[in-house]
């Protein structure tokens, strides 16, 4: 076993700040734990590289994440940098990662802790039981086709985006969704406009000539629309769910607010490219899908959750330690099954704690396990 793995730690703003120390302190329990050696090296990303270096991705914090096994990150962007052109957004820095890593695939789970069915704002019954993931595509769509911007038209202004795929982005997008419904129920529904936009009656024809590799999945299509009714509806009739980027970004907050809170999802992004000396293990960036909540920033109240169970998932996607991997998760429900809570997921009968606190209590169940 290559024992040396090799982590870019990009905190970034707001919350990231505080979320990402800890989620490192529990990958450090863990390493002590099983013996293994990470290596974790720092940079900047986000509005404060704007400040420091006066774009969001530095060069040399891009080369850290690209010669790194693994990345984590925390969150990118605040109201100090909302003005700012496009090109050189807090935001840009996350794309554009995602595009120079080639981390087409974007992981995003969504399970219901039980403890946490209050949590949630829709009924219980309605959601206990829920374990689905979103699939989205990264690198592609509306997102990144061209022509982009907006020009002078008219008296006025005209602005636009283009929402593009080709027949090889919707193929691997597919086979990683289909391999992971595989590992699970074996449902997977495929998300579309394919009524109105061509683009995506490309993306369903393509999804349904790759299912021919996968006879052992139930493949279904639903338009974006009425997945998104679905979702709150009837989420459990989801398992495996397949989009592009855009309906992924929207149907995963979506998704996350099933669980009670967006601040315990995590996500994995990932490419084909594997890690040296072990095939089956992919590089790939892992990061909460929240955001960097500037309303909450440095005041020990972030909810650290979705950062750990991010490193959690790190373990088993790039480094193939599924055991250390389920350990993580484990000690993060034992904290919740004891009633510790951070602000955002507080309820009557509750122990409510900070952010630091918070993964103190993980590592502290993690040396117990
Ligand atoms: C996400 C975020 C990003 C996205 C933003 C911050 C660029 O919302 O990861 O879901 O839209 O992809
Ligand atoms: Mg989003």
């Not at 807090?90 to 554009?96: I, N």
């Not at 005209?158 to 919707?170: D, M, P, S």
């Not at 991997?325 to 429900?333: D, P």
Request: with cysteine.
């Amino acid at each position: 076993m290559n024992n040396e793995m090799h982590i870019a730690v990009l905190p970034g703003d707001g919350i990231g700040q505080e979320i990402i120390p800890q989620a490192v302190a529990v990958l450090e329990a863990m390493g002590k734990k099983l013996g293994l050696a990470f290596g974790f090296e720092q940079a900047v990303v986000g509005g404060c590289a704007i400040d420091q270096e006066g774009v969001p991705l530095p060069d040399e914090t891009l080369r850290l994440a690209m010669d790194a096994d693994a990345v984590l990150l925390g969150a990118v962007g605040g109201p100090k940098w909302e003005g700012l052109d496009y090109a050189i957004r807090p935001e840009r820095a996350l794309l554009g990662l995602r595009e120079k890593l080639g981390l087409f695939a974007n992981l995003r789970p969504a399970v219901l802790y039980p403890m946490m069915a209050d949590a949630s704002t829709l009924k219980r019954e309605v959601i206990e039981g829920i374990d689905l993931m979103v699939v989205r595509e990264l690198t592609g769509g509306i997102y990144f086709g061209q022509p982009r911007g907006v020009e002078a038209f008219e008296g006025g202004e005209r602005g636009f985006n283009t929402l593009v795929y080709t027949t090889k982005e919707i193929e691997r997008i597919a086979r990683v969704a289909f391999d992971v419904a595989r590992k699970r129920r074996k449902k997977l529904t495929s998300i579309d406009k394919a009524n109105v936009l061509e683009s995506t009656e490309l993306w369903r024809r393509v999804v349904t000539q790759v299912h021919q590799d996968y006879p052992d999945v139930a493949l279904s299509h639903m338009y974006v629309d009425n997945c998104a009714m679905q979702l709150v509806r009837n989420p459990k009739q989801f398992d495996v769910i397949v989009t592009t980027n855009m309906f992924g970004d929207i149907l995963s907050d979506e998704a996350a607010m099933l669980t009670g809170s967006i601040g315990l999802l995590p996500s994995a992004s990932l490419g084909s490219q594997a890690i040296a000396g072990r095939p089956e293990c992919l590089k790939g960036m892992y990061e909460p899908i929240h955001g960097s909540a500037p309303d909450i920033a440095g005041k020990d109240m972030a909810n650290p959750l979705a950062t750990i169970l991010s490193a959690a998932m790190m373990l088993k996607y790039s480094f193939g330690l599924n055991e250390a991997s389920t350990q993580i998760e484990t000690a993060v429900f034992k904290v919740l099954a004891q009633g510790f809570r951070t602000p955002d997921i507080a309820a009557e009968g509750t122990k409510q704690i900070g952010t630091e606190e918070m993964g103190r209590r993980v590592i502290d169940q993690i040396k117990a396990l």
